[in-house]
Every structure is written in C-alpha cells, then in structure tokens.
C-alpha cells in the first residue's frame, strides 16, 4: 500500500540491537509522516522472545519469519524471505538499521524486487508523499538532500545515531508468523566461522585518555610526536581507519564502526578528518579536541575545542603546555 | 582467471570542496579526482589472483571523459585492457542504474570473478556490486577483508568484515562479485615500465545501446534517487576554535581542559 512502512529488525541471538530500535523509532515516525502505522518484521530462528519483546511497541504488527534457515544471517535466506512478501504487499518504505548487514543484502533485495534504494539516512523532512531525505556524501564533508522519484516501494536504511533509541512510542502489537517459502533458496555463500579480528587486543574501551590519529599525520614514521603526546597525558593511542590500512599502526588500535567504540573522558583527534564511521566510535567521549588543518572538517563538529592548524606544530606545543602544567 | 575489476573515480577529499552554482552538486572545474580508495584494493587483489593464477585483469569505469586518466592508470600498473561506459547518459545514476550499466557490459564477456570496491568516497550507497551480481546472478559478499581460491579456482573461502571486530567466514563458488573493503592488501604503484606499456594498452568505450539499454534505464533518467541538494554540515554545537600560533593556542587549551572541562 502507498502508505505503508515495514522496519526490519537486526539481532544478534534474539538481542535487539541498539540501532534496531533506533530504526523503529525512525519508522514509527515515518509511518506518522505518511498517515499511517509501521509493521515490523523480525528474521531469525527461535525468536520468540525477542518478538514479544518488540511486541511491546506501537505497531500495526510484528511478523516473524521462524525457520531455520535464518538461523545464521545469509543474503540468500533473508533475500528469499523478504522478497516475495515485499513484493506481494507493495510497502511504501521497508526500514532497515544501516549496519553492515544490512548493507550486504539490502542493495540485491531491491534490485531483485525492483525497488529504490536509499541507503544510510540521517533524517527525513515533509509531508505526505513529498518528502527530502539527508544522507552524508564525500565522506561526511557535505550533506546531500534526496528525493526519491518514481513508483514502488523503497527501501531505507537509518545511520546509526541519526534517531534516538529511547524514542520508540510503547505499545502493543500482535505478534504474526510471516509464512516463507525458502525451499527454492539456493544458499548463495556457505558460513565457516566467525572469528576476532585482532590478536594481542588492546582494549582501548578502559583508557581515560585516547589520542587518536588520522591519516593526516602523513606516514609510519611521522608518529614521533603522537607517542609523545600520549606519553605525556598518559593516554592511550588510538586510530582511524587508514592508518591501520597503511600499516602505520596494528588493527587493533582502530577506532570507529569496523573497530573499538570508545568514551573516553578525554579524546584528542588529530588529522581525522570525521567520517561518520569514526564518529561512531567516539563521539561519546565526554571531552573531545580536533587538530586539524582544514577549519571545514566534519570533526569539528562533534569537537568541544579545536586548533586549527598542522599537527607536527601543534602537537609537540601541546605536549610542551601538558609537561608544563602537570610541572 | 580472468577477472574484471570495476572502479569509479571520485574527488580527492583532501582537495578543497565548493559547491557548484546550481547547489546540487560539487563544482568539479579545478577539482582533483583519485581512484575510489577501496577500488584501488579491489584492483591490487585482482591482479594478484590474476599472477597467482596465470589470468589477466579487465578494468571497468562508468563516468565522463575524465574516468579515461583512471583506467589508464589501472593499465599502467598491470591491468591486460580497459573499457569505459562513456555516454553522457550514464551520468548521474544511483546504485541501481550504474549497476544495471556495469553487468550489461560485464556480460558481454565471460569473466570467473568481478571485484569492485565496498563503497563509492563521493556519494558512499555501496549497493552497486550487490547489484551487479544480482543481475549477473552470482553470490556476492560485501566489504571483503580475506580470498582464498579453493577447489580448484572454482570457489573462495571470503573473510567479511562485521561490526566490533569480528570476521564472517565464508566459502562461495565462482563466478561471484566480492566487493572488496580498503586494507586488505598493500596496492602497488605503477612502474615507468608499466606507464608506459600502458599507453598501449587498449580502452573500449560502451554507450547504452551497445549495452542493449536504453538511455531511459541508465543515469539520473534510471534512477529513483534525485540529489536536490547538498550542503556543508551546520557546525554541532561548535567546537571552540583555540586561535593564535602552535604554541599559544596549546598553551589556551590546556588551560581550558584544567579549568573548564577539568579532564586534567
Ligand atoms: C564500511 C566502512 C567501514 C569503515 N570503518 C571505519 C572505522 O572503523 N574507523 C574509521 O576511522 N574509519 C572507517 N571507515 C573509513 C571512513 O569512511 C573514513 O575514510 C576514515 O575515517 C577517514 O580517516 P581519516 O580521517 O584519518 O582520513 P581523511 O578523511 O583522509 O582525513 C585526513 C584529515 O587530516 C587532515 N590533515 C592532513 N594533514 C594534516 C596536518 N599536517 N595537520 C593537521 N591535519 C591534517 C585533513 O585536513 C583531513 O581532515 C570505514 C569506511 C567504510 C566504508
């Protein structure tokens, strides 16, 4: 129906992750927005529980697939669930959280079902049918505004943090098995395992103070004046992404979506620019300090205090005021 | 093996972004453009597998005349030829038009393996190999940090990377779409050998009626996404800006991190 709006919910064992729930919120908004009120869908194997559970939201129904073919997550199986379902009722917006699950199949279910595909949104404005959507481009530099155009459903995935966790409207919902045929489904990818990344982890979540370094410090052996910094603060030194993809620093010090979620009390960032899968990771930290040359990056914005300027002037000054006012 | 390898090429993001007049875009006159990061990866696996297997790489790029400096690129550090979507058609298109365009021309040949980056730098919808191999019909697995051949190059054993630092494992048979994530390998850089074997090398060009599409099916005319507009970020909060030199703006901040946020 035209106004109809699905969310699909992502767990780990029948936990409801954060961002699901975060997507129900953005959902129920949604439906609001277009008259009407959201369905859930919940995929997985002995799920029970974790439905009743989204149950107690305001819903017009919470459909649960059981089978065990969705035990493990594979795009085959949740594809071969969704499709057919998707396609027969014709929702306006099926809901998805953007995690990296998510992104693994939502991309082949539209093209498979010949829906639009509106990937990692932050927010929606309008009314009705009209309605712009905001998602980051270049790295989170810029915000785009999206319209959607055309006819059929559309499916939708949320950022993480885009939409309070704690802003789902309480309710009550009936719980209804979702009947799916996944004899036809051909497993498309066979799971081995899962493993840890790191080996020698180093637990960045217990440091009090991180400084954390981006691709902006130009080089492995460009690192002198980070590791005097964090020397002198007592910090821990953390990573974004393409340091560790360099080999400037192990995996293990990686902070961000793919990495360590930390909250510190103390996060020093310099030469991180602030794409949003590094904010994820460290914008709890209670005090956060940009370093960085360019006055336009995104990471000021999370920042309580900023320089700008070059890091290999910057930070050998700081470390020098930090010996000076410890004495 | 023979394996297509597909980039796109994207703004550097540390050059200094304007917005073009009409808002909806980026000012791209004086703009300098790089291989999309993981891309770059995507082609350094290929080309390993390719030597490792005695097989050659074929690149692919949708986009304007520009795209032709990163294909040449791609030959010069070992790809065997290159073919370019070039129409003004194609421009402008979601994941869903931009892949429907790369698998028609993917299947005008017969390839064992496609790679493609996990996500584009510039507009990031990271769909577009998911939807590649849906019309090709093959397994796919997004943001790819391990392949190992198995059985005889006629499957992979593809480590997938997952949120908080676990790995799905996994084993697909060939031919798939692996859609590979930024880290997995060291990308090599061009040799003067391989510059100049490269301008040899030969790039097709493809327009949609060579594809069998049409133009209405490509592009911005294919796509349901519509960019109206896009914006630098409104400042948060703010962060306070810390001014004067090295020394004395570090000198200020610390000060304030004592006496203000007292985490000193
Ligand atoms: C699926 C996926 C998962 C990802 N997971 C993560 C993750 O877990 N963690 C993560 O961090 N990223 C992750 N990324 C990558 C992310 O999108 C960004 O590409 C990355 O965070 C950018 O790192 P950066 O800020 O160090 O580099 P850039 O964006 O290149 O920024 C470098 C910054 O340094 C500044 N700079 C340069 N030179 C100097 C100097 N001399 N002094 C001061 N400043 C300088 C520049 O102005 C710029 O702002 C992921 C991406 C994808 C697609």
Request: charged share 20%; net charge negative.
């Amino acid at each position: 129906m035209a106004n109809e709006v699905w969310v699909v919910l992502q767990h780990r064992e029948g936990q409801i992750s954060r961002i699901s729930w975060e997507t129900v919120g953005a959902a129920q908004k949604l439906a609001a927005t277009l008259g009407s009120k959201a369905e859930a869908v919940l995929l997985g194997s002995g799920v029970g529980l974790a439905a009743a559970e989204v149950a107690k939201s305001d819903l017009a129904a919470v459909h649960v697939a059981d089978h065990d073919a969705l035990r493990a997550y594979t795009p085959g199986a949740y594809i071969g669930a969704l499709a057919s379902t998707i396609q027969s009722a014709a929702p306006a917006f099926v809901v998805f959280p953007h995690t990296y699950q998510t992104v693994d199949y939502m991309a082949r279910l539209a093209q498979a079902v010949g829906a639009g595909l509106l990937p990692q949104v932050t927010a929606f404005q309008g009314e009705g049918g009209d309605l712009l959507w905001t998602r980051p481009v270049m790295s989170g530099k810029l915000q785009a505004k999206v319209r959607v155009k055309g006819e059929g459903t559309v499916l939708v995935s949320v950022q993480s943090g885009a939409f309070p966790a704690d802003g789902v409207v309480r309710g009550e919902a009936p719980v209804k098995p979702l009947e799916v045929d996944l004899a036809a489904v051909k497993p498309d990818r066979e799971i081995l395992g899962y493993e840890e990344v790191g080996g020698d982890t180093v637990d960045l979540t217990k440091a009090e103070i991180i400084v954390a370094v981006g691709r902006g410090v130009g080089g492995a052996d460009k690192m002198a004046p980070v590791e005097a910094l964090a020397k002198a603060l007592g910090a821990e030194i953390g990573a974004s992404r393409p340091v560790i993809d360099n080999g400037w620093l192990p995996r293990d010090r990686q902070i961000g979506s793919s990495g360590q979620t930390v909250a510190p009390k103390l996060y020093v960032a310099a030469g991180i620019s602030g794409a949003i899968q590094h904010l994820v990771g460290m914008k709890g930290s209670s005090v956060i300090v940009a370093i960085n040359k360019d006055p336009g990056a995104p990471i000021f914005t999370v920042a309580d205090y900023g320089i700008v300027g070059d890091l290999h002037e910057v930070l050998p000054a700081l470390t020098e005021a930090v010996r000076a006012a410890k004495g | 093996m023979k394996i297509a390898v597909c980039i796109k090429q994207v703004p550097n993001t540390e050059a200094r972004l304007r917005v073009r007049r009409d808002g909806r875009w980026l000012e791209e006159e004086d703009l300098p453009f790089i291989i999309n990061e993981s891309d770059e990866y995507a082609l350094e696996e290929g080309l390993r597998i390719a030597e490792k297997t005695g097989g050659e790489v074929v690149v692919f790029s949708l986009g304007p005349d520009r795209v032709r400096e990163a294909l040449r690129k791609a030959l010069a550090v070992g790809a065997a030829r290159a073919v370019h979507l070039a129409d003004p058609a194609f421009a402008g298109g979601d994941a869903l038009a931009t892949g429907r365009a790369l698998a028609a021309a993917l299947k005008r040949d017969s390839f064992d393996l496609v790679l493609t980056g996990s996500q584009s730098d510039d507009v990031g919808y990271g769909g577009t190999g998911s939807v590649v191999a849906g019309h090709l019909g093959w397994p796919h697995v997004w943001l790819v940090m391990g392949v190992e051949l198995e059985e005889g190059n006629r499957a992979a054993k593809v480590t997938r990377e997952m949120e908080s630092g676990v790995n799905e494992v996994s084993r697909v048979q060939l031919p798939a779409v692996l859609e590979i994530q930024a880290g997995l390998n060291h990308p090599r850089y061009a040799s003067l050998k391989g510059i100049m074997a490269a301008k040899k090398k030969e790039i097709a060009t493809a327009t949609p009626a060579d594809l069998g599409l049409d133009a209405a099916q490509v592009g911005e005319a294919g796509s349901r996404l519509e960019i109206v507009s896009v914006a630098f970020p409104a400042s948060g909060k703010g962060a306070q800006i810390l001014q004067g030199d090295a020394k004395a703006a570090a000198t200020a901040l610390v000060e304030k991190l004592q006496k203000e946020a007292r985490v000193l």
